[in-house]
């Protein structure tokens, strides 16, 4: 008697453990799939919401009767919000060419959040101020072909739609390819400025105001 109730106990604790090994892998697959599910669900949460980065070279044309584009040097700052889907950055340029300067406030949305390559546009401001130097030939009747040199006061605002790849490396090392394409529709030069000093044609209606925009660099920098 006592040899069957010692066998009736011995089976019955093999089951409950039997049991509650099932129970504990279940749990665990379980967990494992919400934890992937919450993880896909925030992006890459390991990636910082920083990033300070620098351009060598940045193409501008702000202007499409302009002889050539401007070339800038290209310094930013982005700030990733929690949400992981949008961001504020802001470039801040320098001529290489003219005593001229661009910020070009940019909203980014990311539409797949965040990760090691991912792309974003948004809507992105252009404001630019500055010198712009002018020297041309001209003719005059008692001297001849003479260098005229005049200085102008010039701003200008815009409104373009921007797209970015950001690709980040190691963590913490980001590279960027960046263009906008988009609008001037304030521009103080006076009408017909490239037609009249370059003899080039109207393509913009012979109003300097409103003209097509563009603007294309490489960044890299630190993502922290």
Known sequence: MKKIILLAFIICFQQSAFAQAYRTKNNSKSTGDITTSAKKERGNPNLGKNIFAFSPIQILLTHVDQTSPDLAINASYERIFDNQLFSFRLPVCVSLLNNYYYFLPTLKIYPFKQGMVKYAVGPQLLYAF?????????????????????????????????????????????????????????????????????????????????????????????RF
Request: aromatic share 18%; net charge negative; no cysteine.
């Open 130 to 222: 500055g010198t712009l130097d002018d020297e041309r030939t001209i003719y005059n009747p008692n001297v001849g072909y003479i260098l005229d040199s005049t200085s102008y006061d010039r701003k200008q605002f815009g409104f373009l739609i921007n797209n970015s790849l950001n690709i980040t490396m190691a963590k913490s090392l980001y590279f960027g390819i960046d263009a906008s394409l988009g609008i001037i529709y304030y521009d103080n030069l006076p009408n017909n400025y490239y037609q009249n000093y370059y003899n080039v044609s109207p393509l913009s209606g012979g109003n300097s105001g409103i003209s097509p925009a563009f603007q294309f660099h490489f960044n890299a920098g630190y």
